[in-house]
């Protein structure tokens, strides 16, 4: 391996370090089919916000309004009820956790009936709520 190599691996190793050292967010542990269940949502929460930014893009703010609705929305609060106990990651959560998510859903829903008028420019301002829920709760919270 060329020293250069070496030393960025070393560098970008000890950088990791520093930052778990550093992190203050709450650790929440959950049960193993809790966490599993949540790592699955958050993927698909990037693919939905993905999905919405796109098609604000594409100048579609109504279907954009709908995939919020429909993925990241007030409709889309328990879909895990039907789960074992151990696997719904909302009753193993701190109750401010829980509360962030519920805040994530609700900004989720004002942003589709934003977009519902096929307005992009009121969607686009409503949008920052949204992800700003995310980054709340991902800046409070961890599971390691």
């Given at each position: 391996m060329p020293v250069k190599t070496l030393l960025v691996a070393l560098f970008a190793l000890?950088?990791?370090?520093?930052?778990?050292?550093?992190?203050s967010r709450e650790g929440v542990v959950l049960p193993a089919p809790a966490?599993?269940?949540?790592?699955?949502?958050?993927?698909?929460?990037l693919l939905a916000i993905n999905d919405i930014v796109t098609l604000l893009a594409e100048g579609k703010p109504t279907e954009a309004g709908a995939v919020a609705e429909e993925k990241l929305g007030l409709s889309?609060?328990?879909?895990?009820r039907a789960l074992p106990l151990e696997a719904r990651p909302g009753a193993h959560m701190p109750l401010a956790m829980r509360e962030a998510g519920i805040a994530g859903h609700k900004a989720a829903s004002e942003f589709a009936k934003a977009a519902a008028g096929g307005d992009r420019q009121?969607?686009?301002?409503?949008?920052?709520?949204?992800?700003?829920?995310?980054?709340?709760?991902?800046?409070?919270y961890r599971l390691r």
């Open positions: 000890s950088a990791a370090g520093a930052l778990r050292a550093e992190d966490q599993a269940v949540l790592r699955r949502e958050m993927l698909d929460n889309a609060m328990g879909k895990n009121q969607a686009l301002a409503r949008l920052p709520a949204v992800t700003g829920a995310c980054v709340a709760c991902h800046f409070a």
